[in-house]
C-alpha cells in the first residue's frame, strides 16, 4: 500500500475512534440526567446528615440532645416545599406551639415497660423526667450513595432515666426519588437487650410526623400559636386561609373520619400555593398488627400505630405486645412525598409493590 493509501486508513480510523467515544460520551451522559442522584451528606459536627436529591435536599437525619429522639427533619417536596412543622427547632409566623415532641418523622412509643418514649421534650418537668424514656443515636453504621437509592444504616438506644437500655435499635433509611415523587422507607428492628419488654396498649406510636398549618384540616377551634418572634398567643379564632389538608385511607374514608381506623396506608395531602402536596405512610403486610390502626388528627399530626389496639377499638381488642429478653422485631414503613395529588389507584399500587419486598 503507497504511503496516500495508509495515511488515509489511519485518518479513518482516528475519526471513527473520535465518533465512538463521543457517542459512549453522549449515552453515559443521557444515562446520567435520566436517573436521580441521591447522596447522603455527613455532618458530624452538627449532629446530621443531609439527603440531598440532584443536588437539592430532601430531609436530613437529625440526632440533637434537645429533642429526645433522632428525626427526620426538614421534609422537603420534590418542588421544593418544606411540609414539617419548625416548632419547636425553627418557630415560625402562625404556627401552633402545641406538642413540641412533634418533630418532623420519628419512631417511638407512648408506653415502653412504663415509660412514655413519644411525649418526652424538654419541656418536661424535671420533677417528672423519671416516667420518661429516651431514644440516643449511638453510632452510624453506613452511607451508601446512588443514583436510584442511597441507604442509610443507623443504630440507637431506647435508654431509661438512669442508662439502662430497655432496646438496641437497628434502621435502614432507604431513600429514593424519581420526578415529581420521593420516598423513605424506614426498616426498624428492636432488640429487647437486657430484660423482658412490654409495648403496652397506648394510643401514642409509632411512626408519626408532624405537619405545616396549610395541611391540617380547617379548624374553627381556639388555639395557641406564634408570632414573629416565636412568643406563644392565644387564639379565639383561627385563620384558615391556605388551610386544606384532607385524609384519604385505602377504604376510601375521609377526613377526620380516618383517625383510629385501620387501613394498609393514609394519605394527607394539600394545595400549598399551586403545589398540589401529598404525603402517604404505607404499612407492610410483616409489621406485627397488620393492619395498623391511624392516629390520625386534624391538627397536622400523622401517625401509624399497630399497637395501640385497645385504645383505638374502644376495648374490643388488645395486644400489649411483648419481646423476651433478646428477642427481637422489625417494623416497616414507606413514606410518599409528593408533589402531586396521590388517588387511591396510585397508592394501592405502592403498597402492593412495598409489601411484596
Known amino acids: 500500500m503507497n504511503k496516500a493509501g495508509a495515511l488515509g486508513l489511519g485518518l479513518a480510523a482516528i475519526l471513527f475512534s473520535m465518533s465512538s467515544c463521543a457517542s459512549s460520551s453522549s449515552t453515559e451522559d443521557s444515562t446520567a440526567t435520566e436517573k436521580e442522584r441521591i447522596e447522603l451528606v455527613r455532618q458530624d459536627g452538627e449532629k446530621k446528615v443531609d439527603v440531598m436529591i440532584d443536588g437539592k435536599l430532601f430531609t436530613s437525619y437529625i440526632y440533637p440532645n434537645t429533642i429526645k ?25 402562625g404556627e401552633r406551639v402545641d406538642h413540641p415532641h412533634h418533630v418532623g418523622l420519628w419512631f417511638n412509643y407512648g ?41 442509610l444504616a443507623v443504630v440507637m438506644d431506647w435508654e431509661a432515666p438512669d442508662g439502662t437500655v430497655l432496646l438496641k435499635e437497628n434502621t435502614t433509611f432507604v431513600f429514593s426519588g424519581e420526578g415529581d415523587q420521593y420516598a423513605i422507607d424506614r426498616i426498624t428492628t428492636l432488640t429487647a437487650e437486657n430484660e423482658d419488654v412490654s409495648f403496652n396498649d397506648n394510643k401514642e406510636g409509632m411512626i408519626g410526623v408532624r405537619l405545616t398549618r396549610a395541611m391540617e384540616h380547617p379548624s374553627d377551634k381556639p388555639d395557641v400559636f406564634t408570632d414573629a418572634n416565636g412568643i406563644s398567643t392565644g387564639v379565639a379564632v383561627l385563620d384558615n386561609e391556605g388551610v386544606n389538608g384532607h385524609y384519604l385511607n385505602a377504604e376510601g374514608v375521609e377526613g377526620e ?37 391511624w392516629h390520625a388528627r386534624g391538627y397536622g399530626l400523622f401517625a401509624a400505630n399497630p399497637l395501640g389496639q385497645e385504645v383505638f377499638s374502644d376495648g374490643k381488642e388488645s395486644l400489649n405486645f411483648k419481646l423476651a429478653k433478646g428477642e427481637s422485631v422489625t417494623f416497616k414503613y414507606r413514606v410518599i412525598v409528593a408533589s402531586a395529588d396521590l388517588n387511591k389507584e396510585i397508592l394501592d399500587k405502592k403498597f402492593t409493590e412495598f409489601s411484596a419486598q
Not at 274 to 286: F, P, R, Y
Open 69 to 93: 429522639k433522632p428525626v427526620l427533619y426538614p421534609i422537603i417536596t420534590p418542588k421544593g416545599t418544606k411540609i414539617t412543622r419548625k416548632f419547636p427547632l425553627e418557630p415560625s409566623v
Open 111 to 151: 408506653d415502653v415497660n412504663g415509660l412514655d418514649f413519644w411525649n418526652n421534650s424538654d419541656s418536661i418537668d424535671a420533677s417528672k423526667r423519671e416516667h420518661y424514656g429516651t431514644i440516643v443515636h449511638k453510632e452510624i453504621k453506613s452511607t451508601t450513595n446512588g443514583n436510584d437509592k442511597a441507604e
Open 257 to 293: 373520619d380516618c383517625w383510629g381506623l385501620r387501613s394498609n396506608w393514609m394519605n394527607l395531602g394539600s394545595t400549598i400555593g399551586d403545589e398540589k402536596v401529598s404525603l402517604a405512610i404505607l404499612d407492610h403486610k410483616d409489621n406485627v398488627g397488620y393492619p395498623t390502626y
